[in-house]
């Protein structure tokens, strides 16, 4: 026997997903227990005939063989029957959306995912089988999702339920009835119960945080304590209410949250309960209230979930200006670095903010020659490094302020604005990001997968910053290859201070030489073993044009970061020896990499530097990583900045771009960002510069017996030359190869006849003087062309030997002519023919077949 069952106490979620369950199993009978919500009550008072579904108490368990779990996945939460049942002889699957626990079911199949609904999961696959579903049953499916999502309100709603409602909508669910099924009013008995419990409560606040405990005791059971906790929970203003009930012989716990610091489950799991982070519960029978309330005042430390603290978000070190600073030149640098805001600091010690509105109106009475200090705001609001992200907001909002200054000891260590704050507590995926666990020292990752002698260099490196005094960085691509495990050879340091003063330390400490860029303040150490390390002082770069080389300053290391093109490169590792191998990563390019994600660092990136948008799809391409939607917009709208670039610029990018590893789907994302365009290349040739480029790479294996690189003049020419515009590369070829060989190609698409020759004879006289490469790329630009005689001609050339000259037919007698020209040639067909395959051969050759008068 084969059942559909879920947990006692049966709410719209379990009963939704018992018929979606069944719509995917029709041969299973359904189970419901005896308990359900007084709401799933009355809804059945009106549709049971609609759903066939038989009691817990009516069935024979002897006979259960099979058994679909949904909704729940403990078994002491199926009901007496169930709890009882071997399972080591019954096929169980399960769908669940709460978390895991130990005391899960083992199943033979389950699909647990923390979500809004478990019937989300179900309506997916309902979907994805196209089983066709009624009204009503898209109505029930539908107080699933409504219900356990508080409406789509909750926070462990996903855009699963949004899609799943979707569905529903087109299926007719009603609306009316889930509005007339999903609110809960509260009964005499809960109205009665739920003031009590107001009455009778403790509150405390944790970290910006309330939480509220309330508690009573009650001679009979009163159904709806969920409902009761929910009331309590939106009148009591707390972000966490416990309501703590003891009736009969049985204290009962529900939990509500509406905080994603708050996790109920660690508690509710010390009395045997579950549920989700933001609503659960749990019984305790025959226990004294007094007992579980001390339990619970002795556990109630882990309802709290790490928060994201300023130290997390602040930017550090800061930048800060002098009360004497005049207002113009305040307003200069926020300009160029882009600030809204600057500390004012005198002797180290915070004295005033000022901001761009602040400027604006000095300016407005002609004041810009002023110094700061008689309008700057000296009424300082500041935060401690361990302020949570609750804490950060309600400082923004009670006190009206944009920035707040990160104190330690009476020294200003970072800053925090309000878009900071806005970010993280907006964008789920950047909060969780902050929470996660992440690997901030990376000392074994460089230990394990740098080579020996490049791990002793950083290690000296480590040793001489120490010295000398200075923080020393490891940065750049190597950074992001670490965590990917990706070979990189070039090693990049940064200084916060005198780079090349640095680099001479090191020639001082280890030896070797260094050639320095006074200019740029950046040098090159060559160690005596070789290897080099580039060293360079932390800088910011700003663009006084778009598309322009920038100008570069001194800077901190997270302006520094700041500048670069993308968030999985602008890590940096400590080499100082105090904090040897700590990632710092302030715009969370770790996440990124998880996710495998390319993001730029600011909304004028492309614009200032258009060769990113080259980087962003070789990083695609090289990583198979994905640029997030706003990023990919914004390339899009910046594609046609690329114009601006010298051609040599551009063509420094192409061929970095091509010479990758990815670069046949490189050159196809191109013309998704409509790259092509800008030479009057039509998307249109999308699809046959699809089938060349796989012809080309195709037929280079068959060829070629060692493995060969196909150079990237091939990728960027099959646009050109499928869209017939072959002449408009011109501009772009910068080396002779280059030239020659869009040359050899545009003389062989005037020869199309050698697509009809078969033999050595007639292609080789042809074909001679064109390279490799151009004849390929001619023979794979359409679909419909017979490769296989040039194929075979082109590998019979690789092993072409020129036995004779003509100085040796001299020597055999024969007057010099121009008629040696045809003769070798002949004699070059005769070897491709293997007819001749040695000198001796030739001679005979040469002998038997050209007289010598």
Excluded at 350 to 369: M, Q, Y
Excluded at 545 to 565: C, F, G, Q, T, Y
Aim: contains cysteine.
């Amino acid at each position: 026997m084969k059942i559909i069952i879920s947990h006692t106490n049966t709410d719209f979620d379990a009963l939704a997903s018992m018929i979606a369950a069944h719509k995917l199993h029709p041969d299973a009978t359904l189970v419901i227990t005896t308990k359900q919500t007084s709401l799933v009550k009355q809804f059945l008072t009106i549709y049971r005939d609609t759903f066939e579904m038989k009691l817990d108490d009516d069935i024979d368990w002897s006979l259960v063989s099979e058994m679909i779990v949904v909704d729940v996945a403990t078994l002491n939460r199926l009901g007496n029957h169930a709890k009882h049942l071997n399972l080591d002889d019954v096929k169980v699957t399960i769908y669940d959306h709460h978390p895991k626990s130990d005391n899960n079911i083992i199943a033979d199949h389950e699909q647990i995912e923390e979500i809004g609904a478990t019937v989300t999961m179900l309506i997916e696959k309902i979907i994805e089988q196209n089983i066709q579903i009624s009204s009503l049953e898209a109505t029930l499916f539908g107080l699933g999702i409504y219900t356990d999502t508080g409406s789509f309100t909750y926070p462990n709603t996903t855009e699963r339920e949004f899609a799943a409602a979707t569905h529903l909508i087109r299926n007719g669910m009603n609306l009316s009835l889930i509005q007339k099924f999903s609110v809960h009013k509260l009964t005499d008995e809960q109205d009665d119960l739920l003031n009590t419990l107001y009455f009778k409560s403790n509150s405390y606040v944790r970290e910006g945080l309330k939480f509220v405990i309330s508690y009573c005791e009650h001679p009979k059971f009163i159904k709806g304590l969920a409902v009761v906790a929910e009331k309590l929970l939106d009148v009591s203003s707390a972000n966490m209410v416990l309501c703590v009930v003891k009736m009969k012989n049985t204290v009962f716990i529900v939990g509500r949250a509406n905080s994603e610091r708050i996790n109920l489950i660690p508690l509710l799991s010390k009395f045997g309960g579950g549920g989700h982070r933001e609503a659960g519960s749990a019984s305790v029978k025959k226990a004294e209230l007094s007992d579980v309330l001390n339990d619970i005042n002795k556990y109630k430390d882990l309802l709290l979930t790490p928060s994201v603290i300023a130290r997390d978000i602040m930017a550090s070190p800061v930048k800060s200006l002098t009360p004497e600073t005049t207002m113009v030149d305040a307003g200069e640098k926020m300009y160029r670095y882009g600030h809204s805001g600057y500390p004012v600091v005198r002797d180290g010690k915070l004295v005033g903010i000022i901001t761009r509105r602040d400027l604006d109106k000095a300016n407005h009475h002609g004041l810009g020659h002023a110094p700061i200090k008689a309008y700057m705001s000296t009424e300082l609001i500041t935060a401690k490094p361990e302020t949570t992200i609750e804490e950060l907001q309600s400082i923004v909002i009670n006190h009206n302020v944009g920035r707040i200054p990160i104190m330690d000891n009476d020294k200003i260590i970072g800053i925090v604005t309000r878009t900071d704050i806005i970010e993280v507590m907006h964008s789920k995926q950047l909060s969780e990001a902050l929470k996660k666990p992440k690997l901030d020292n990376l000392k074994e990752l460089m230990s394990t997968r740098l080579p020996e002698s490049t791990y002793q260099l950083l290690k000296d490196i480590s040793k001489s910053s120490g010295e000398s005094h200075v923080n020393v960085y490891l940065i750049g691509g190597i950074v992001r290859d670490l965590f990917l495990d990706y070979p990189n050879d070039d090693v990049d340091i940064t200084v916060e201070g005198d780079g090349i003063s640095f680099a001479k330390q090191l020639v001082e400490d280890y030896g070797g030489t260094i050639v320095s860029h006074e200019s740029f303040g950046t040098a090159t150490w060559t160690h005596p073993n070789g290897e080099q390390i580039d060293v360079t002082s932390t800088r910011l770069e700003y663009y006084a044009r778009p598309a322009s080389l920038p100008d570069v300053e001194r800077a901190s290391l997270k302006m520094d970061l700041n500048r670069r093109d993308f968030t999985i490169n602008s890590m940096a590792v400590r080499l100082n020896p105090r904090s040897f191998g700590k990632l710092v990563d302030p715009f969370h390019g770790q996440q990124d990499l998880r996710s495998n994600t390319i993001r730029i660092l600011h909304n004028l990136s492309f614009i200032e530097d258009p060769t990113r948008i080259f980087r962003a799809v070789r990083f695609e391409s090289r990583f198979n990583f994905k640029m997030d939607s706003q990023t990919l917009t914004l390339a899009h709208n910046s594609i046609g900045r690329i114009k601006d670039l010298s051609e040599d610029r551009m063509i420094g990018q192409i061929k970095a771009l091509f010479n990758d590893r990815a670069p046949s789907k490189a050159m196809l994302r191109l013309f998704d960002l409509h790259f092509w365009r800008q030479f009057d290349i039509q998307d249109e040739c999308r699809e046959s510069s699809t089938i060349h480029v796989k012809q080309l790479e195709g037929i280079y294996d068959r060829v070629f017996e060692e493995e060969y690189t196909i150079n990237w003049i091939n990728y960027f020419a099959i646009p050109f030359y499928q869209s017939e515009v072959l002449d408009k590369i011109e501009p772009y070829l910068m080396s002779r190869g280059d030239r020659k060989f869009i040359q050899d190609v545009k003389a062989l698409m005037n020869q199309s006849e050698l697509l009809e020759m078969e033999t050595a004879w007639e292609l080789h006289p042809k074909l001679k003087n064109y390279s490799n490469e151009a004849i390929l790329f001619f023979v794979t630009a359409r679909p419909d062309t017979n490769a296989e005689p040039i194929v075979d001609y082109l590998v019979r050339r690789q092993k072409l030997v020129n036995y004779l000259t003509g100085e040796d037919m001299i020597n055999e007698g024969y007057k010099p002519g121009k008629y040696f020209r045809n003769i070798l040639l002949a004699l070059e067909v005769a070897v491709l023919n293997g007819e001749v395959d040695s000198r001796e051969s030739a001679i005979e050759w040469l002998l038997k077949n050209h007289s010598k008068s």
